[in-house]
Every structure is written in C-alpha cells, then in structure tokens.
C-alpha cells in the first residue's frame, strides 16, 4: 500500500524557516517524480514544487521561487521541502504527492498533509 | 502564468445532474483531470485525461472536454458527493503544474 506520511510543520514568526519531510513507503521511491502542492485555509489547490527521479529536474511555482528548495533522498524514501523566508501568505496545509506520467504528469497518490502556520 | 477557471460553487438537488466546469486556453491540447476533496481529506483522483475514471470511481462521474473547456458531470448526484472539486492541467510546456481554483458543489 501506497503511504505518504508528512512531518515538520507548525507555527513560525514571518522570515522564520521550516523544513518539511515526507516519509513514503510502499512503492519504488526512486522511480517517480514528487512534487508538494499546497493549500491555504479555505483556498483551493497550489502545486509549488517537484522534483524528478534523481534531483536532475526541479520545478517551481513562481509564488515560491527562490525562498523554497525541495530535494529527495532515495536512500531514506524521504521527500523534503526546505521553506525560507516564510510570509503569512505560506499558512496552509502542505500535501506530499507522488507523480504519475499518463497523459501529462499528474498527483496519483497524496499524503494526509501538514499544517504549517506563519503568524507574529 | 497559466490559469485554469473554475465556477466557485455549484447546487443541486439529490438525483439531480451536477456539472462542473473549468477553462483554460491549453485545454485543446492538455488533458484535464479532476480531484475531489472532502473537509479534512486529502484529493482523490476521479478522472484522468480528459474522460478517463480511475477504478472504484462510480460510473455516475463522468467528463469531457471540448475546445478551452472541462466538464465534471455528477448524474444523479448524491449527498456524499458534496465536497470541493479541482480541476488540474499544465502549461505547454508540462513542467509548470496548474490547480483551478476548485468549485464546492453543495447536494441538497
């Protein structure tokens, strides 16, 4: 069975930084593309990051560009979301998900997601 | 940067046809996929490339595409099928992923 568990989300002061994790268990890790998408209280949907099979190939949505770094371990089956300079605009529930390539790329498998709260 | 558009809210009555629909000029050339969320969960996948429903999806959900535009029908929608749906593309060039601003449809 397919698992994406998160951690490391919670409450931070604005310019602060958090490290998000996603654990991820019952499949080949290191075969698919993972991306973070996240989504703020009462808001739809944002994709904001992937990242493809050996790091090679990292996209990001504008809105985070520059203060946000993803990266994987493949080793550890471990997903990661580096998040700096954090604005109040960053409040949301952060979901890991993994890619599928069918057509285009598109999430087949998400994780429960984590709160991450930005707040003076 | 590449924008899908979606209706905010859409209503309907129990055994009623609800659909959803969402715009973007890539559309013609991308597929459309649709997710629904209920409060506290995370997305489901209920259909992929523009028509396609993934197994254990009731065959009440169904979807097309025609031009700039992606349609969610619900036949015979039912309460449980209340719940927020996105629908999802990308950009030309694939790499840029793009959510519609989601639609709740309220069944009552």
């Known amino acids: 069975e397919v698992q994406l568990v998160e951690s490391g989300g919670g409450l931070v002061k604005p310019g602060e930084t958090l490290r998000l994790s996603c654990a991820a268990s019952g499949f080949l890790f290191s075969s698919y593309t993972m991306s973070w998408v996240r989504q703020a209280p009462g808001k739809g949907l944002e994709w904001i990051s992937s990242i493809s099979t050996s790091s090679n190939y990292i996209f990001y949505a504008d809105s985070v560009k520059g203060r946000f770094t993803i990266s994987r371990d493949n080793a550890k089956n471990s997903l990661f979301l580096q998040m700096d300079s954090l604005t109040v605009e960053d409040t949301a529930v952060y979901y890991c998900a993994r890619e599928q390539v069918r057509g285009l790329r598109y999430f087949d498998y998400w994780g429960q997601g984590i709160l991450a709260t930005v707040s003076s | 940067s590449y924008e899908l558009t979606q209706a905010p809210s859409v209503s309907v009555s129990p055994g009623q046809t609800a659909r959803i629909t969402c715009s973007g000029n890539?559309?013609?050339?991308?597929?459309a996929y649709w997710y629904q969320q209920k409060p506290g969960q995370a997305p489901v996948l209920v259909i992929f490339?523009?028509?396609k429903r993934p197994s254990g999806i009731p065959e009440r959900f169904s979807a097309s595409s025609s031009g700039t535009m992606a349609t969610l029908t619900i036949s015979e929608a039912q309460l449980e099928d209340e719940g927020d749906y996105h629908c999802?593309?990308?950009?030309?060039?694939?790499?840029?992923?793009?959510f519609g601003g989601g639609t709740k449809l309220t069944v009552l």
């Open positions: 490339e523009d028509t």
């Open positions: 890539m559309l013609s050339k991308k597929y």
């Open positions: 999802y593309s990308t950009d030309s060039s694939g790499n840029q992923r793009v």
